[in-house]
């Protein structure tokens, strides 16, 4: 079985060197035999507002269901984004909200604090981009969106497997080291992690 990769791009613009991130990964895994589909978030019609929480449904626009049937068909889900304010960008943070929802990622158990997970069975790579040096990042800021993402997010509807690949400080770079950055991104890739 041929590995099929979905990545989502969290950058809401598309002339930065997260673009160029995925640009690179994309190019590695065009030399394999893996299936390949994309989601750029910063191209997708829709309101990132969870506007009435889990109370009352809010209608998925087409968009945003046609992402919930490329996350449901990979087993491989790579996401590049920047890490602002120890987070995620507001247009990635929203599309986490609308998408990963109840009776699709998940499910609360009638009369439990447990729930089922339903994206058991995949795999993830997490390629973000900071400003600060990524030691510095981890301890003294304790990675605050490694463990929102890895932990409270993509463990929490069922993918064990999470790898973080962090590049930082990108502010101030050189352009040697963004190239190596790249070479690596797509070696990833190539080697479908």
């Not at 995949?122 to 969106?145: E, G």
Request: net charge positive.
């Amino acid at each position: 079985m041929s590995n099929k990769i979905v990545l989502i791009n969290g950058h809401p613009d598309k002339e930065s060197f997260n673009f160029a991130l995925a640009r690179a990964y994309k190019k590695g895994v065009d030399n394999t035999e893996a299936e390949f589909k994309e989601i750029i978030i910063r191209d997708l019609k829709f309101n990132p507002n969870l506007e009435f929480g889990y109370r009352k449904r809010t209608e998925l626009e087409p968009d945003l269901i046609d992402a919930q049937n490329k996350l449901k068909w990979a087993n491989h889900i790579v996401w590049i984004y920047p890490v602002w304010w120890g987070s995620v960008p507001a247009i990635m943070k929203g599309f986490l909200d609308r998408v990963l929802l109840p009776g699709y990622a998940f499910k609360k158990r009638e009369g439990s604090v447990w729930w089922n997970r339903y994206f058991t069975g995949k795999s993830s790579r997490i390629i973000c981009t900071m400003d600060q040096p990524t030691w510095f990042y981890r301890i003294f800021n304790k990675s605050p969106s490694h463990f929102a993402m890895k932990k409270l997010t993509l463990n929490f509807i069922g993918v064990k497997s999470v790898r973080i690949t962090a590049i930082g400080p990108l502010r101030l770079s050189k352009k040697e080291f963004r190239k190596q950055w790249l070479q690596k991104i797509e070696k990833l890739g190539s080697r479908n992690k």
